[in-house]
């Protein structure tokens, strides 16, 4: 009897190897894999995603939660320290940050634009230009994530690294809020708060968001801030969180048709003024001439040109290469934004449950249908719909946080090639999970039905 309480008392045995194991393997995965090391970064990444969801499965004392909490939280803090080996994203922040330093707008010019013209700015060299992924586009990240790209290069003006680690440590830091945040909201909610793994363990969120420096994690975190600041009832507070959120990712932009009728005409009137006022305020150090029109053109070409990963658009894309022999991304790319657009207006019209627990499934809804329908799917983009349904019956995104990082196979080529196999995997096993979750809600709904008639 002594000896069971003692080991009550204690992390178990295979606690602790679990924890431990999660550290090593987010070593292994930030520090000893390449992007084009597939096999490696499978081998790693499968053992860790497996052991995610055995702990969120499994782990049901308290004590077990905080510690794998902190092994979370530990791990990204391991990664902040590794410079991004899955994402060469990192230098055209640097390129960007050390523009903004020389009192040059980032939004005015393409990269090429600084060599052809023999301009003499030291750090904008063509050794930095080499590694950029997209030096023929004009940049696209908004005035937050420029922030922090200037305060990186301006502290690390002549290191990648030491500008890595810098903005990595934003990043750590806006991860650490967003995981405070997200067990406040539970705990209001009166909701589990072994959901906090779902996000804390995540090793698609540990090594996208801190590992590689993908700015979704500002994003997350200004929008549950709002999220939690409407529900204390700090209406004006969050309206600024909001446009925060939006300035580091414009993505939120879709969810704010679902605050109307929770908030009401007169109030909503009053959170979108201060909203946009924000917005202005924020943005109003990139505006100039050339800002509005180089900003526009760049999300026209995301929408019109780029393409990866994508679920319905790759089989519309199939069918007019059979119809027309060409792909015809510049005709579906706008009209499946407009439709993402009509259907998410469309939802928030007819909401009936207006409760700001229902209004994660709604934002669930919103992000979920933008994926489905998008051109262009990166593993980070999972990040958010992996939050809302922490509030929501709902576990699908983790399945695809998991799925979609077998993407990383199509840089494992002599050339980069995009591996449709793997797409189709990923999607249908997906959409058959996700199926199979609102197959039970029916199931749930009808049975609440019979009982209450």
Not at 4 to 28: C, D, P, Q, R, V
């Amino acid at each position: 009897m002594i000896r069971k309480n003692a080991s009550e008392k204690g992390l178990s045995f295979y606690t602790l190897i679990a924890g431990i194991s999660i550290l090593f393997l987010s070593y292994l995965l930030g520090y000893e894999i390449g992007q084009s090391d597939f096999t490696s970064f499978l081998f790693y990444f499968s053992p860790f995603f497996l052991a995610y969801c055995g702990i969120y499965l499994y782990v049901k004392k308290e004590r077990d939660i905080y510690f794998f909490l902190g092994m979370g939280i530990l791990a990204r803090f391991i990664l902040v320290f590794a410079f991004p080996n899955l994402s060469d994203d990192i230098y055209r922040f640097i390129w960007d940050g050390r523009l903004i330093n020389h009192g040059i707008n980032p939004f005015n010019y393409l990269p090429s634009f600084f060599l052809e013209n023999g301009n003499n700015i030291k750090g904008i060299d063509q050794a930095l230009f080499d590694l950029l992924n997209s030096p023929e586009y004009y940049t696209i990240y908004p005035p937050i994530s420029q922030a922090i790209f200037t305060v990186a290069t301006a502290l690390s003006p002549d290191s990648y690294y030491g500008s890595a680690l810098i903005m990595k440590m934003f990043m750590f830091l806006f991860e650490c809020g967003s995981l405070y945040l997200i067990i406040q909201l539970l705990k209001h909610f009166g909701l589990p708060l072994k959901n906090v793994l779902i996000y804390a363990l995540n090793p698609m969120v540990i090594l996208e968001i801190t590992g590689n420096l993908h700015f979704e994690g500002a994003m997350i975190f200004f929008l549950l801030l709002a999220i939690y600041l409407l529900i204390k009832k700090r209406t004006y507070l969050s309206a600024i969180a909001f446009a925060l959120s939006i300035a580091s990712k414009l993505l939120p932009l879709m969810f704010l048709p679902f605050l109307i009728k929770r908030l009401g005409w007169r109030k909503s009137l009053r959170y979108f003024s201060l909203l946009g006022l924000t917005l202005v305020l924020v943005f109003s150090p990139l505006f100039n001439a050339t800002f509005f029109y180089n900003f526009a053109n760049s999300l026209d070409l995301y929408f019109q040109k780029f393409e990866f990963n994508a679920s319905i658009y790759y089989i519309l894309r199939w069918m007019g290469m059979q119809l027309k022999g060409y792909n015809l991304i510049q005709t579906f790319g706008p009209i499946l934004a407009l439709i993402v657009l009509a259907l998410i207006c469309y939802k928030a019209f007819r909401e009936k449950n207006l409760s700001f627990q229902n209004l994660f499934l709604a934002f669930l809804f919103a992000i979920s249908i933008y994926l489905f329908f998008a051109t262009t799917i990166h593993p980070w983009y999972t990040s958010m719909p992996l939050v809302f349904c922490m509030f929501t019956r709902f576990r699908f995104p983790m399945l695809w946080t998991g799925m979609i990082m077998l993407t990383y196979i199509n840089y494992s080529y002599d050339e980069y090639f995009e591996n449709l196999w793997i797409v189709a995997l990923e999607y249908s096993l997906v959409f058959i999970f996700l199926a199979y979750e609102l197959s039970q809600k029916s199931a749930i709904q009808s049975k609440t039905s019979a009982s209450s008639s």
